[in-house]
């Protein structure tokens, strides 16, 4: 029924949304996380049953690389004044990271030992995934001043804060100290990221089993205040709302023909994918809680975000955030440091990769080998096959 295809939409609201973390020790888990600070530390346990001691630090490169948070915020400042959809891409990035075997730059891998396909062979985000080339520029260069120290997991945690930052979101402190993944599998995604066509509830309960809550899930959402949203998303809306009924009622006759316009181009339908639209056409590169008021007024480009509105489990957190911004803004900081300890890899779990794209054991390019001249493995040409084949033009902006 009309659930289903609401909840289309949502995968995409949710992925382009969703970020990192910052410093525990000023804020209080949510319920389902168990922390504790001192000194900085935040230990966590994990989920299931079984309790795992789970260190992150701010601070934690301080004594090995203390430029890496430095390096990244370079690297991202300059690629955002070129270009500030950047922002929505490392939220987009981080989150499908976190959800999908936790925060261990899985999804950053083109190749494992296993040989199977990847995280970023799933459709939910092939055609959506930026900032990928931004990852491997700043870790290259901190490869370079520090081998073999900072984790891909980090450098993805940092640049997505730095990437929020200077979107709005207030300057939070990331813990680090995690650890890369080895596995990365192309049929973990489904399950583990919210899709469009899953009720609400669905993707309430995908929050509350990674340690989350539903409130972190709304404010989360609020990331849609930036970015942008691919047609197929969204396009059933004035096309076939459901078996009777063409357009959505709940949009205006305005709302529709703007849609039909944008995403009905005389385009092949093969390029139907590479339309879009942003969610807030007016600060579409500003985290600010207008996306909140739409919503309260019923307008969401995406079906799943405006029945947030009306659900009686998150209709008061989205009113409460509409009402105040800066609340918004510092529950989204909050949301975000734990949404950066979802199953996270410490201690000698994993390993730290030498190249973001490759687990070392198939790294073609051996330890003590970076002379920082030679790239990371990855060379020009390896890099515009790459783009091809993810489609770069990319899904938010
Ligand atoms: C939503 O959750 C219910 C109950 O767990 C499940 O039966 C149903 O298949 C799920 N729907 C979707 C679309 O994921």
Redesign the pocket.
């Known amino acids: 029924m009309e659930g289903r295809m609401r909840?289309r939409a949502t995968i995409f609201i949710l992925c382009s949304i969703f970020l990192p973390l910052a410093s525990n020790a000023r804020h209080p888990l949510a319920s389902g996380f168990r922390h504790r600070h001192r000194h900085g530390r935040v230990a966590r346990h994990g989920f299931g049953g079984v309790t795992q001691l789970k260190d992150l630090r701010v601070g934690f490169y301080g004594n090995t690389c203390p430029q890496a948070e430095q390096i990244v915020n370079e690297v991202v400042t300059k690629a955002y004044k070129k270009d500030p959809g950047v922002s929505a891409g490392f939220l987009r990035l981080f989150f499908h990271d976190c959800f999908v075997h936790g925060c261990d730059a899985s999804i950053l891998l083109d190749k494992t030992a296993s040989g199977e396909k990847v995280e970023k062979d799933s459709r939910a985000n092939g055609q959506g995934m930026r900032g990928l080339e931004l990852i491997d520029e700043a870790k290259a260069r901190i490869e370079a001043e520090c081998p073999g120290i900072v984790s891909c997991a980090d450098v993805l945690s940092y640049a997505t804060r730095e990437g929020s930052v200077m979107a709005g979101v207030p300057h939070y402190d990331v813990a680090a100290g995690r650890r890369d993944g080895l596995i990365s599998r192309e049929t973990d995604v489904a399950g583990n990221i919210p899709?469009p066509?899953?009720?609400l509830?669905?993707i309430s309960q995908l929050f509350i089993s990674k340690g989350m809550t539903v409130e972190d899930m709304v404010v989360l959402i609020g990331s849609h205040s930036i970015g942008i949203a691919h047609c197929p998303t969204f396009l059933y809306r004035v096309a076939q709302y459901n078996p009777t009924v063409k357009v959505d009622p709940k949009l205006t006759t305005a709302d529709a023909n703007n849609i039909r316009n944008t995403c009905l181009r005389p385009v092949p339908f093969e390029d139907l994918s590479q339309t879009f639209m942003p969610f807030d056409p007016v600060t579409p590169f500003r985290m600010d809680n207008i996306f909140y008021k739409n919503l309260l007024e019923g307008k969401a480009l995406i079906e799943s975000d405006r029945l947030m509105a009306d659900d009686i489990t998150t209709k008061q957190t989205v009113q409460a955030m509409a009402g105040n911004e800066q609340n918004w803004l510092a529950k989204f900081a909050d949301a975000m440091v734990r949404l950066g300890m979802v199953d996270v890899k410490t201690g000698t779990e994993g390993e730290i990769r030498r190249n973001c794209r490759f687990v070392n054991s198939v790294n073609p390019q051996q330890p003590g080998d970076n002379n920082g001249d030679s790239g990371i493995g990855f060379d020009k040409e390896d890099e515009e096959q790459f783009r091809q084949i993810i489609g770069s033009t990319i899904f938010v902006h």
Request: charged share 0%.
């Open positions: 909840v899709l066509s899953q009720p509830q669905n």
